[in-house]
């Protein structure tokens, strides 16, 4: 079964109907998928990251989270968000900004 990458660029942070919509697509199709987007998922800050629900990215196989070049951060390690990674099996990534031994080419 193919999975697909979905990568929210910095611009498309405000998007999350747009990103539920690619969400609900993907699973018509039966798929799974990657998660990759700059700052934190599920808050309720956009200059912190990605605010969306649960329910606009429930489809995603893995989660990976970037810091924010101007907002270096720590994990979602603690937050009710990640708890639902957690229960679902969801991998889980996150890559500081400044790294150069992990980073997304």
Known sequence: MENS???IFKEA???SVEIE???YKIIANGRKYILV???RWG???P???IPVNWAQISNAKIIVETSLKDFPRDAS???HFFHNVS???IGYFSIQHHSSKYFIN
Do not use: D, E, H, P
């Open 47 to 49: 200059w912190i990251g």
């Open 5 to 7: 990458v979905l990568y």
């Open 37 to 39: 987007g700059l700052g």
């Open 21 to 23: 919509k690619l969400n």
């Open 13 to 15: 942070i405000g998007s």
């Open 87 to 89: 229960l679902r099996n």
């Open 43 to 45: 808050t309720r800050a």
């Open 77 to 79: 390690a603690g937050s």
